[in-house]
């Protein structure tokens, strides 16, 4: 009797994801932590950050709790509205809500506010540098997007076009944020400016199996937005 033998590629896929496992864990906590002290560095730089953290900043500021737990909370709450979307989240979703915020708060105790102006800047595009490398660790570690990528593409899935989805969101949250004391400045245009690129570089390099668009459960990667969670 012949027995049909299964193309090598098939026969070893499951041993080739095996082996990546550590590897994609490892680079999604990292890329998680990277980013949390990359928002960080740039609240520390006090010359303006990115939108969502804009309104992080302000939430924060009008109910008197940390930075960190805010980025928490604002990112559970995203999460629920996952549900009406019929979003399903990955490893990487649940661990993005938990790990960026306590990163946050972690650098923020260990790294004081500088004085000279180009200390400030310094710590600005440091921070933003960062922020595009832990975009391209955490997304190209494929365990999911974080939520509000989810929120991004949920609604777009609804028939609307992705970029005047994030557009929309973006700006609302920037005002949103701006309204209840967040800080905008010259860091928010720089980081606006720069992460796109950023991303475009970083997160191809950085993607665990780049011959494959495969996401975590076997399905496409859906298209992140750059440097935000």
Known sequence: MIVAMAPSSTLTRPAVTARRLPRRLVQLYVGLVAYGASSALMVRARLGLDPWDVFHQGVANRLGISLGWTVIGVGAAVLLIWIPL??????????????????????????????????????????????????????????????????????????????????????????????????????????AVAIGPLAHVLIPALTVGRGSAAGPTGGPVPPPTPGRP
């Open 86 to 191: 019929r979003q399903r989240p990955g490893l990487g979703t649940v661990s993005n809500v938990i790990v960026i915020g306590l990163a946050v708060d972690a650098t923020l105790e260990l790294v004081p506010a500088p004085d000279p102006l180009w200390l400030r800047w310094a710590l600005l595009i440091a921070g933003i540098l960062l922020n595009g490398v832990a975009t391209g660790l955490y997304i190209g570690a494929r365990f999911g997007p974080g939520p509000r990528d989810g929120l991004m593409t949920g609604l777009a899935a609804r028939g609307h076009s992705i970029r005047l989805v994030r557009t929309g969101i973006e700006l609302s949250v920037l005002a949103a944020g701006a309204l209840l004391g967040g800080q905008v400045g010259l860091g928010t245009l720089l980081y």
